[in-house]
């Protein structure tokens, strides 16, 4: 494949945690290229590792140290460490002293790293340099630790299984490096290394040709022939991929070791470890809100993986992750080191009143936060209304009462049936005022407050929502009237106890009544006096 016709990448941020004893700048996004660098450069990297080692551009559009922002770390100079002699790569705890090493060969000045693109198809880009008008040649080793916890030296980070080691060995005569990788085990040794040369993972050079002038090389100063070496390596091969583990690396730092070609060679000197953020991992942010746009608490996701095909909602049997979160009271939540991967995001929990949403598939990238929102349903409720009156006969009970007017909320109006009953839902959960309009002849109904909290429509077989009855009262007028046989003869009173008399003409009672209505009576035993005088 020619440079052209490579795939375009963009340069990753590599996070930094800022430390204030460090010389350290964070990563920004560097300029896009136009074609991948010229070889010796990696296969799909725009960035350029040169022949002779250098840090300029030399082909508009590409990557090189002077037009991205690495992390750079110098060494220690006041005063300057370095380790004690018979320290070597396997000694897990690493002597350090005070007063560093002669300014030889193995007396580092700075290292850098820089990442561009992902983890599954990205690189890491190193570097370092060394002392000027160095006498002879030394190799150099890039140490990525996962933990920044500090070892009992108090500077380096300690070591955990999966660490890594880039070994940078000189050969022909200090003039080409040769890289390989090896890993941190169980056994508390380096692994055997991996060459990642012959696999076609990683590359380097050193600046054996040129020096490198003072504006060239900025903060890094000027540098002799022999004083600056640079590689490429492919953050697959540092993550192998589909191995289904989440891995990060927290710490990197570089180290001198003796010349001769033996891994088991003393380590000399080092440049202090600076925090790095390189992980095969991604994230996912879940936003929670309900069909109102208001922040849902309490709602839990699981990530679930490899379904095919889908068939929601998935069953505890087909849970392949325990990753997962619980939203906060704004609605988020967010579920951290998830392995890259295509994955399924179930709600597990639902908060209560609302319906669950629909499951979402997403794709996990190394080093993203893949960002999900959600959407969840309030539940609706029903109000079930039955309408009963009085029967006319003492003892026969209640019967339905059809074409009384009903309203929830003061909204539409809804007549009962044949059998007495009206029906309302789609109602939110909550307080809800059920209003009679009252039929003529029947005691006013008042209105009653039914609290919605049950999932339920109208059409539920069997109906499983609220209820509500009223019972409507017939009502009676009474009227007892007097007439004298005699004009003039007698006048009576009428009255009845307990009952207020509406006469016809509004006027108030008088002895002299001769009829009295009593109107809007329920059914009940009433007793009437009608006084008459001679």
Known sequence: MTPSAQPRRRSTTLRVAATAALLVAGFLPATLATADAPPPSLTGSDFEIDTDANLRVDVNGDLDWNNVTEIRTGDTTA?????????????AVPTIESGGIPPNKSDLKFFGLHQEGGTSDGFLHLYWTRVQDPSGSTNMDFELNQSRTKSANGVTPIRTVGDLLITYDLRQGGTRPELALRRWTSAGVWSAEEDLDAAGDATGSINRLNTITATEGGVLGALDRNTFGEASVRLSAIFPENNGSCRSLGAAYLKSRASGGSFNAVLKDFIPPANIDISNCGSVKILKTDDRDVELEGAE???????????????????????????????????????????????TVVPAGHDRAPDQAIVVDADEEETVSFVDPRQRGAILI?????????????????????????????????????????????????????????????????????????????????????????????????????????????SCTGLAATPPDGSPNAFDDTSETFEDLEPGTYTCTVVVDP
Not at 80 to 88: A, L, N, P
Not at 411 to 432: Q, R, Y
């Open 301 to 347: 996701f699981t990530l679930y993986q490899n379904f095919a095909p889908l068939t929601p909602p998935l069953g505890a049997e087909d849970i392949e992750t325990t990753l997962k979160c619980t939203t906060d009271s704004t609605g988020e939540c967010t579920i951290p080191n998830v392995p890259t991967g295509n994955y399924i995001v179930h709600e």
């Open 386 to 494: 039955t309408k009963l009156r009085k029967h006319a006969e003492a003892g026969a009970g209640n019967t339905a009462h059809a074409g009384v007017r009903f309203s929830v909320d003061n909204g539409e109006t809804k007549e009962t049936g044949a059998d007495g009953t009206v029906c309302f839902d789609n109602l939110e959960f909550g307080s809800h005022t059920v209003s009679e309009v009252t039929p003529a002849g029947y005691k006013p109904q008042e209105d009653q407050t039914v609290t919605v909290d049950n999932k339920a429509s109208c059409g539920d077989e069997p109906y499983v929502g609220e209820t509500a009855e009223f019972i409507n009262v017939p009502l009676s007028n009474i009227t007892v009237s007097f007439a004298s046989q005699v004009q003039g003869g007698t006048k009576s009173k009428i």
């Open 79 to 91: 005063p300057d460490t370095s380790f004690v002699e018979g320290t070597k790569e396997n000694t």
